[in-house]
């Protein structure tokens, strides 16, 4: 009887101890999990485009948070056109994310790799060709211009622009994105009128759209040069 109830006790206190131990530690693995993630973001090609997109979408959400907070002034136009913007710029941040993950990373395999990681397995790879392939100048000059991994990685690309839903979806918000700046440059007149701080709420949410909608195109282009290399 005694050995029954210290055994039961002994199952009691070893599972308190594990459940303790796993709620202390998640804090430490959800800083793993996210720092593994930040680290493979940094060395993917596209970190400069998703930087970009971050850097110029996230201070028009602030501003729109200021706006609602501050109150409209009498100004409902001015709030209204912050308030979709600020949702129009986190799409553009989460497309950013979306299309950069599915074109830097091999969707067949399991463990997937930036294609950073998978130059160093193609230059392997062509290390040890077979016998009775090109001479070795043909090679070389073949692997100086078309590689396996630019081939692959132009038709990753191919595929995500121009046949995944997702991105098809993301291109129309992205039409009416530009629209909505325009839309923006009148309301930030008549804002102009209200005071309360929401023209200059305007004018500096129009100034990074206007800048993302030009850096983000020479940003994603320089990505995909990056990543063809």
């Given amino acids: 009887m005694a050995a029954i109830l210290c055994e039961s006790i002994s199952k009691i206190?070893?599972?308190?101890?594990?459940?303790?131990?796993?709620?202390?530690?998640?804090?430490?693995?959800?800083?793993?999990?996210?720092?593994?993630?930040?680290?493979?973001?940094?060395?993917?090609?596209?970190?400069?485009?998703?930087?970009t997109a971050v850097a110029l979408n996230l201070p028009p959400i602030v501003f729109a948070g200021k706006a609602w907070a501050g109150?409209?002034?009498?100004?409902?136009?001015?709030?209204?056109?912050?308030?979709?913007?600020?949702?129009?710029?986190?799409?553009?941040?989460?497309?950013?994310?979306?299309?950069s993950a599915k074109i830097a990373y091999e969707p067949e395999s399991e463990n997937a790799t930036p294609f950073v990681d998978m130059e160093a397995n193609a230059e392997g790879d062509a290390k040890a060709p077979a016998k009775g392939e090109k001479t070795i100048a043909e090679r070389v000059l073949e692997d100086a211009f078309v590689t396996d991994t630019q081939s692959k990685s132009m038709s990753r690309v191919r595929d995500v622009l121009c046949y995944d839903p997702v991105v098809a979806v993301y291109i129309i918000v992205g039409i009416f994105y530009m629209?909505?700046?325009?839309?923006?440059?009148?309301?930030?007149?008549?804002?102009?009128?209200?005071?309360?701080?929401?023209?200059?709420?305007?004018?500096?949410s129009l100034i990074c759209g206007f800048l993302f909608l030009t850096f983000g195109g020479c940003t994603f282009g320089i990505s995909l040069c990056c990543m063809g290399r």
């Fill in 13 to 51: 206190l070893r599972g308190s101890c594990e459940a303790l131990g796993t709620i202390l530690t998640l804090p430490c693995r959800a800083c793993g999990f996210a720092t593994d993630h930040l680290t493979e973001l940094c060395r993917s090609p596209f970190f400069l485009f998703v930087a």
């Fill in 71 to 99: 109150g409209d002034g009498g100004c409902t136009s001015a709030t209204s056109w912050l308030g979709v913007n600020a949702i129009l710029c986190l799409i553009n941040m989460a497309a950013a994310a979306y299309i």
């Fill in 179 to 204: 629209c909505w700046q325009t839309v923006g440059i009148s309301r930030r007149i008549d804002a102009s009128e209200c005071g309360g701080g929401l023209d200059d709420y305007m004018s500096h």
